[in-house]
């Protein structure tokens, strides 16, 4: 009876999250007042500083990882603050998207404690990720009304009306003394594909280059002194348009996004820069304005994490916000202990785990379902689970995505039509063949990204992929990773 009980109290809980999170009854009050009206420090030359410190990709890792690389936004805050008292007027925090979904401890509230959070810190502003998209495009207004700063999306258009999307800022005019700054934010081209179709089919994202070339020349006319771009896209080679960008002599620098790949580079003199994600390193550019308005690169780099900020002190702030929704919302789903696992788990076998425990447990109530589709890029969001006790907290940081799953009646052509960069798993003994019929637990990502309409299912089912998961590791106790091999399992 108590294991029914908890698998209800998940399955209400998730599903119930996006309302429960946006009506707190007493929200955490924060002081949010900052003066932009210092100037910014001076150098020996007398020239203005600014300095620019990003993240990107946080994906919700708002607590510190055991192994100290992912410091926590806690820890962040104090190093954030730290920077502030060295430079209050020319310190300023940006984010190139992609900072809510990853964690029970972000998605438990759509991303409204991580905007909280933000705000706290005072960020400027933050373009808007593929994963922005992640629970509709509504959610991105809830959390754009809860932000002090604007959600940057200067590419964004909707098909229907070809104007820029409602819910997407092209740029931000702000002030710190006597100096203006421009900021742009951009999404990549292409990156449509990288979110469910059906929350993305009104819109399309533009070749931003002659978007980004408008929006400066607007925040120039304005009175900015400098400009710089916040681009989830990867730069690490440019492409015709971003090179288009930076040979425009109008950015001064370029904070990157979206493949979580540390790198710093200069293209025609503008520096380029992205981390790891999750707060691993910090994007710091430093720029200088003279009293004629020439600025300069003075340095730019990546803060390492694990080295200057997970060894600081927690910020009281951020850690009132987070008690509060971790006693509020968090703490009963992601501190239950689900099972656990006697050797370290990689991304590989707990990919055949999850399509395993999906189709294990369809079967209990359709028994007539013998292939359970997960995709291989991306569907898994850690390199292992470690040995030792696993709780819902960890399955929802490995599988944080709210894909539904499908059931479909296809043949075994539709099948192989899907595409090559998928897990599939069959009943034992399975074969696929061409002119068969079979049913197919499909996610929603996957079914959508092939063309296939929830309507033409069969089925659609309520629970997700992660609590399949946990449900396996809740039936076995204890799984030894080694049951979850190619060689053990029916993999297609």
Same mark, same amino acid.
Request: hydrophobic share 40%; charged share 25%; glycine share 8%.
């Given at each position: 009876?108590?294991?029914?009980?908890?698998?209800?109290?998940?399955?209400?809980?998730?599903?119930?999250?996006?309302?429960?999170?946006?009506?707190?009854?007493?929200?955490?009050?924060?002081?949010?007042?900052?003066?932009?009206?210092?100037?910014?420090?001076?150098?020996?030359?007398?020239?203005?500083?600014?300095?620019?410190?990003?993240?990107? $990709?946080?994906?919700?890792?708002?607590?510190?990882?055991?192994?100290?690389?992912?410091?926590?936004?806690?820890?962040?805050?104090?190093?954030?603050?730290?920077?502030?008292?060295?430079?209050?007027?020319?310190?300023?925090?940006?984010?190139?998207?992609?900072?809510?979904?990853?964690?029970?401890?972000?998605?438990?509230?759509?991303?409204?404690?991580?905007?909280?959070?933000?705000?706290?810190?005072?960020?400027?502003?933050?373009?808007?990720?593929?994963?922005?998209?992640?629970?509709?495009?509504?959610?991105?207004?809830?959390?754009?009304?809860?932000?002090?700063?604007?959600?940057?999306?200067?590419?964004?258009?909707?098909?229907?009306?070809?104007?820029?999307?409602?819910?997407?800022?092209?740029?931000?005019?702000?002030?710190?003394?006597?100096?203006?700054?421009?900021?742009?934010?951009?999404?990549?081209?292409?990156?449509?594909?990288?979110?469910?179709?059906?929350?993305?089919?009104?819109?399309?994202?533009?070749?931003?280059?002659?978007?980004?070339?408008?929006?400066?020349?607007?925040?120039?006319?304005?009175?900015?002194?400098?400009?710089?771009?916040?681009?989830?896209?990867?730069?690490?080679?440019?492409?015709?348009?971003?090179?288009?960008?930076?040979?425009?002599?109008?950015? &001064?620098?370029?904070?990157?996004?979206?493949?979580?790949?540390?790198?710093?580079?200069?293209?025609?003199?503008?520096?380029?820069?992205?981390?790891?994600?999750?707060?691993?390193?910090?994007?710091?550019?430093?720029?200088?304005?003279?009293?004629?308005?020439?600025?300069?690169?003075?340095?730019?780099?990546?803060? $390492?994490?694990?080295?200057?900020?997970?060894?600081?002190?927690?910020?009281?702030?951020?850690?009132?916000?987070?008690?509060?929704?971790?006693?509020?919302?968090?703490?009963?789903?992601?501190?239950?202990?689900?099972?656990?696992?006697?050797?370290?788990?990689?991304?590989?076998?707990?990919?055949?785990?999850?399509?395993?425990?999906?189709?294990?447990?369809?079967?209990?109530?359709?028994?007539?379902?013998?292939?359970?589709?997960? &995709?291989?890029?991306?569907?898994?969001?850690?390199?292992?689970?470690?040995?030792?006790?696993?709780?819902?907290?960890?399955?929802?940081?490995?599988?944080?995505?709210?894909?539904?799953?499908?059931?479909?009646?296809?043949?075994?052509?539709?099948?192989?039509?899907?595409?090559?960069?998928?897990?599939?798993?069959?009943?034992?003994?399975?074969?696929?063949? &061409?002119?068969?019929?079979?049913?197919?637990?499909?996610?929603?990502?996957?079914?959508?990204?092939?063309?296939? $309409?929830?309507?033409?299912?069969?089925?659609?089912?309520?629970?997700?992929?992660?609590?399949?998961?946990?449900?396996?590791?809740?039936?076995?106790?204890?799984?030894?990773?080694?049951?979850?091999?190619?060689?053990?399992?029916?993999?297609?």
């Amino acid at each position: 009876m108590q294991k029914t009980q908890i698998v209800i109290l998940l399955s209400t809980l998730l599903l119930a999250g996006c309302g429960a999170a946006q009506n707190d009854p007493n929200p955490p009050s924060i002081d949010t007042t900052f003066d932009r009206t210092v100037d910014p420090n001076k150098n020996e030359a007398g020239d203005y500083v600014l300095d620019f410190y990003g993240l990107n $990709d946080f994906h919700g890792a708002i607590t510190t990882s055991t192994n100290g690389k992912e410091p926590g936004f806690a820890k962040l805050a104090t190093f954030f603050r730290e920077k502030y008292k060295e430079n209050p007027g020319g310190t300023i925090l940006v984010s190139s998207g992609d900072m809510w979904q990853g964690t029970a401890d972000s998605n438990i509230t759509k991303g409204k404690m991580m905007t909280m959070m933000m705000n706290a810190l005072y960020f400027e502003a933050m373009a808007i990720g593929n994963h922005e998209f992640d629970w509709t495009t509504s959610l991105i207004e809830e959390n754009a009304q809860i932000a002090n700063f604007p959600m940057l999306g200067a590419n964004i258009y909707e098909k229907a009306t070809e104007k820029r999307a409602t819910f997407a800022e092209p740029s931000i005019l702000i002030e710190r003394g006597n100096v203006k700054v421009g900021i742009v934010g951009t999404i990549g081209v292409g990156l449509e594909s990288s979110i469910q179709k059906s929350y993305v089919k009104d819109y399309e994202f533009l070749n931003p280059a002659d978007i980004v070339s408008e929006e400066a020349d607007k925040l120039r006319a304005s009175g900015a002194d400098a400009v710089v771009l916040l681009d989830h896209a990867d730069w690490r080679t440019p492409s015709y348009f971003q090179g288009k960008i930076t040979a425009s002599e109008k950015i &001064n620098a370029v904070f990157s996004g979206h493949s979580h790949t540390s790198y710093t580079l200069v293209q025609d003199d503008v520096p380029v820069l992205q981390t790891n994600g999750s707060g691993q390193q910090v994007m710091h550019v430093q720029l200088t304005v003279s009293e004629a308005g020439i600025v300069n690169v003075a340095s730019y780099e990546l803060v $390492d994490s694990l080295e200057y900020i997970t060894p600081l002190q927690d910020d009281p702030v951020i850690l009132d916000i987070y008690d509060y929704y971790y006693n509020q919302q968090i703490k009963a789903v992601k501190d239950v202990v689900v099972g656990k696992l006697s050797l370290d788990m990689p991304k590989d076998l707990i990919l055949n785990a999850t399509t395993q425990a999906i189709l294990e447990g369809v079967r209990k109530t359709n028994p007539d379902v013998e292939i359970a589709i997960y &995709n291989l890029s991306g569907g898994i969001r850690v390199n292992e689970l470690p040995k030792g006790k696993v709780t819902f907290g960890d399955v929802y940081k490995a599988l944080p995505f709210d894909n539904e799953i499908g059931i479909f009646t296809l043949t075994g052509k539709e099948i192989k039509d899907l595409g090559s960069n998928l897990r599939k798993n069959g009943v034992k003994g399975l074969t696929i063949d &061409n002119g068969t019929t079979y049913k197919v637990a499909i996610i929603s990502y996957v079914f959508e990204g092939a063309g296939y $309409d929830r309507s033409e299912a069969d089925e659609i089912l309520i629970k997700y992929p992660r609590d399949y998961l946990a449900d396996l590791f809740k039936a076995k106790k204890t799984i030894n990773p080694a049951n979850y091999d190619r060689d053990k399992l029916n993999i297609l």
